[in-house]
Every structure is written in structure tokens, then in C-alpha cells.
């Protein structure tokens, strides 16, 4: 079995949840790292330099909200899902339980 073949399509499977993971936290305001630091404590591993364009760009989307705060000595950017990022994340869910569905059949058939 080739090892580095596996990791990389287990890589790209959990590329494909990683909106979702970012999306589910952000119902209440957080900075980049402290999401950083949640995900982790959940066992979703996001790199940073995955994670911050990723928060860019769904901001740009519409999904997220930001702003600054500047009031301890390091500012910091703050992301909370805008009302555009919640009804998203919960089209988002159910088209994850489907497909959890599909596959639980698919892979229950093929194990029969």
C-alpha cells in the first residue's frame, strides 16, 4: 500500500470539511487563533496558512463579518458568521447529513 497516496486522498477528504468545521464555530466571535485553538481541541487540525485565507475568503463571500479590536495590545480581527454565513452553514448541514447518509448506504452495501 502506498502510504503517501492514502495520507494525500485523506487530506483531500478532510479539505472538503474544513468550511464546514470554520463555519460551525464562528457563531459567536473569534479571532483567528483562539479558532485555531477550538478546532484542535475538537480533533480538526487546520493549518494557519490554510485557516486565514480560508476566513478571507468566506468573509469576502458574505459568509463572515469581521471586525477589529483594538483595545488590548495586540489587535485583533474578530469573525462571526454575517446572517448570509448562517442560513449557508445550515444549507451546509443538511447537505452534509445527506451525504453522510449516501455513503453510510454505499459502504454498508459493499461490506454485505
Do not use: F
Not at 485553538?37 to 463572515?64: C, F, N, W
Not at 480581527?77 to 452553514?89: A, C, F, N, P, Q
Not at 452534509?96 to 459502504?107: G, P, Q, S, T
Amino acid at each position: 500500500m502506498d502510504t503517501n497516496l492514502i495520507n494525500n486522498l485523506i487530506s483531500e477528504l478532510k479539505r472538503g470539511t474544513q468550511v464546514l468545521a470554520v463555519l460551525s464555530q464562528l457563531r459567536k466571535n473569534q479571532y483567528g487563533y483562539s479558532l485555531l485553538q477550538t478546532l484542535e481541541e475538537k480533533g480538526v487540525s487546520i493549518e494557519a496558512g490554510t485557516l486565514y485565507p480560508l476566513l478571507r475568503r468566506l468573509e469576502s463571500q458574505g459568509l463572515l463579518q469581521s471586525e477589529w479590536d483594538t483595545t488590548e495590545s495586540k489587535p485583533r480581527k474578530y469573525y462571526v458568521l454575517s446572517k448570509d454565513g448562517i442560513e449557508t452553514y445550515e444549507t451546509l448541514i443538511q447537505e452534509w447529513r445527506k451525504i453522510i447518509l449516501e455513503m453510510d448506504l454505499i459502504i454498508m452495501e459493499e461490506t454485505k
